[in-house]
Structures are given as structure tokens and as C-alpha cells.
């Protein structure tokens, strides 16, 4: 539904969840997803969706997680050519993770036939 639609059954409008809500309820891990969460706050603000307290809030954190980015970027590995999520400790992509227990099961299967 709509935003200022009604809902038949109850009779009661039923509020459209802002889109900033919506992606920040999947996780903001990325530089790109930081971007997609700002674009759509500001649609939300303009929109009187989301109250400028709120996305205040919001975005002071998001200004942590990219500080905590920009120092690992800055103090961290120099060789480091994988992508810096904004979430500390995050696991690698899930590809990444396939390629690595791949490669460790043929490590170990040529260790048995080794001897």
C-alpha cells in the first residue's frame, strides 16, 4: 500500500516505511550502501518521513563507521587490495569464503594422498 492509503479491513491508514529505515535495517557495510542509506534519508527528511532528530542521529553514526574506516584504510595493511567494509570484523564475502574452504579441502585431500 501506498502511504495515506487505508487499510480495508481495520479502516486505519497504514504508514509506508521510509526507505532510509529499510536499508538500514539490512546493514550499512559498505561505502556504496553509506551512500544509497544517505541519498534516501535526504528523500526521507524532505518528505517529513523520518524528523531531522532522528536522521541527525543517524548520521553522526554513519560518520563513525566511516572514521573507523578511513583509519584502517590509513594504519592498516599497506598490501591490503580488498574492498574496507564499514562494519569491523566483518566476514569476507561469501564467495571469498567459498574460494578459501575450496582451496583448504584440496589442500587437505592432497595431505591424505600424501600420506
Known amino acids: 500500500m501506498a ?3 487505508t487499510n480495508g479491513a ?3 491508514a497504514v ?3 521510509p526507505r532510509s529505515v529499510q536499508i538500514a535495517s539490512r ?3 559498505t561505502a556504496t550502501q553509506a551512500c544509497e542509506f544517505s541519498s534516501a534519508l ?8 523520518v524528523p531531522v532528530r532522528n536522521a541527525n542521529a543517524a548520521l553522526s553514526s554513519l560518520r563513525s563507521l566511516i572514521r573507523v574506516a578511513d583509519m584502517q584504510h590509513r594504519y592498516g595493511a599497506a598490501g591490503n587490495k580488498e574492498p574496507i567494509n564499514l562494519v569491523p570484523g566483518e566476514a569476507p564475502p561469501a564467495d571469498e569464503t567459498q574460494k578459501r574452504i575450496a582451496a583448504l579441502k584440496a589442500e587437505l585431500e592432497a595431505l591424505e594422498r600424501a600420506g
Open 42 to 49: 535526504i528523500g526521507d527528511i524532505m518528505t517529513e518521513q
Open 10 to 12: 481495520a479502516g486505519a
Open 27 to 29: 546493514g550499512i557495510r
Open 15 to 17: 504508514a509506508e516505511t
Open 3 to 5: 502511504a495515506g492509503e
